[in-house]
């Protein structure tokens, strides 16, 4: 067997996924979008929707479609705004160009740094992400090009995908390379570089052996990839690097056999959440529930209901962590604490009423919980 060569190992079970593709992967020799190997990456999608899972694509190649309709291509070093608008023009072709792939309808996301940075705006893009998911479209994510001024740079989708997949809950993050997988040394340089399929940690050698910058077509090379997994595995979803440019690889991956690398989660994501949950400060104020609605939570697990809420106290804001207190004549217990999905006005306006009639009141909805069961945690 060639020592370079990476063996095949069998993937654990997995229901969600997030899957990245580089522009190197999808532009024609630098101009514009190829189904040379996009052919064979939206095959692995559409056998993984064939049996029941979910995967949302990150996907570069904007600006190399942009590229190809300019008649006057921007010079080396061209302004930001040059370079946002060629992402502003292939934005719509890639979009038409995974829709030509895939077997369902494909959904643009563009997304900032800043979206995802923001407690509220994250909740936004997690719960357009999830109806998408929920009615079988195809979300293509992207960075917001047009907008963003800290765009453009080495790597940035690798650690969109990262972001990407710990905001759907992803359990794994797939990220296609034009090379087999990681390598103890750059394979290109040195002769003697060793497959390395299973990494149990991201140590700082393993970063340093990855090197720098990818293709010409790209932004990213094998380090900001290992950054993105670095970055999924503290998240608790673990990362599967592969070549994308291989069909045979592909047509194995959709069977759940790897020739490629894998790096472990830290933690699983169940563990990262209640840590999160437990810590994270909350703000000042409460949700004050009656005792149905505490019993309901502590006994069912379930989620917090408007019916079950007295009212709210303080001047909280959506997606904020707020304590979840009963009162009664024998005093006042904490009961758990969550994310709100409302704002604490918001609430005083819904509380004892039922979900439906949510809309109604406020104009507006983001569902009918005031804390899901998944952003709650008992104390």
Do not use: C
């Not at 999808?26 to 064979?40: H, M, V």
């Not at 292939?90 to 923001?118: C, E, K, M, Y």
């Amino acid at each position: 067997m060639d020592a370079h060569a990476f063996s095949e190992q069998l993937l654990p079970p997995w229901r969600r996924a997030v899957l990245k593709v580089g522009s190197s992967l999808l532009a024609a020799n630098g101009g514009g979008l190829s189904t040379e190997y996009a052919q064979a990456i939206a095959g692995f999608v559409v056998a993984s929707h064939a049996i029941g899972r979910e995967v949302v694509v990150v996907s570069s190649g904007a600006v190399a479609a942009g590229r190809a309709i300019m008649r006057e291509q921007p010079q080396d070093g061209a302004e930001m705004a040059e370079r946002q608008a060629l992402a502003a023009l292939g934005q719509a072709r890639l979009i038409g160009f995974w829709q030509g792939l895939l077997d369902r309808h494909v959904a643009q996301v563009l997304l900032t740094h800043d979206d995802l940075r923001n407690r509220r705006r994250y909740l936004n893009a997690r719960a357009t992400l999830s109806a998408l998911l929920r009615h079988r479209a195809v979300p293509v994510v992207n960075e917001n090009d047009t907008v963003s001024v800290d765009e453009l740079k080495l790597g940035d989708n690798d650690n969109l995908a990262a972001i990407v997949a710990a905001l759907v809950d992803a359990d794994v993050l797939f990220i296609a390379t034009d090379i087999d997988g990681l390598y103890d040394a750059d394979p290109r340089r040195n002769p003697d570089a060793r497959p390395v399929e299973v990494v149990p940690q991201l140590t700082p050698a393993l970063l340093s052996a990855a090197g720098g910058t990818g293709s010409a077509a790209g932004t990213g090379g094998m380090r900001t990839k290992l950054e993105a997994a670095q970055r999924a595995s503290a998240a608790g979803v673990a990362t599967v690097l592969f070549n994308g440019t291989r069909a045979d690889v592909l047509a194995g991956l959709a069977t759940d056999r790897l020739r490629g690398t894998r790096i472990h989660a830290l933690r699983s994501r169940v563990a990262v959440r209640k840590h999160w949950l437990q810590n994270a400060p909350a703000e000042p104020g409460a949700i004050v529930v009656d005792a149905g609605a505490a019993n309901a939570l502590v006994e069912k697990g379930a989620s917090l209901l408007p019916g079950g809420v007295v009212t709210a106290e303080g001047d909280f804001r959506r997606g904020d962590m707020v304590e979840i207190v009963q009162r009664d004549e024998r005093g006042s217990r904490r009961v758990a604490r969550g994310v709100s999905q409302y704002s604490a006005a918001d609430i005083r306006r819904v509380a004892r009423r039922h979900s439906r009639e949510i809309e109604a009141v406020l104009g507006y909805s983001y569902g009918g919980t005031v804390i899901h069961r998944d952003d709650l945690m008992l104390v």
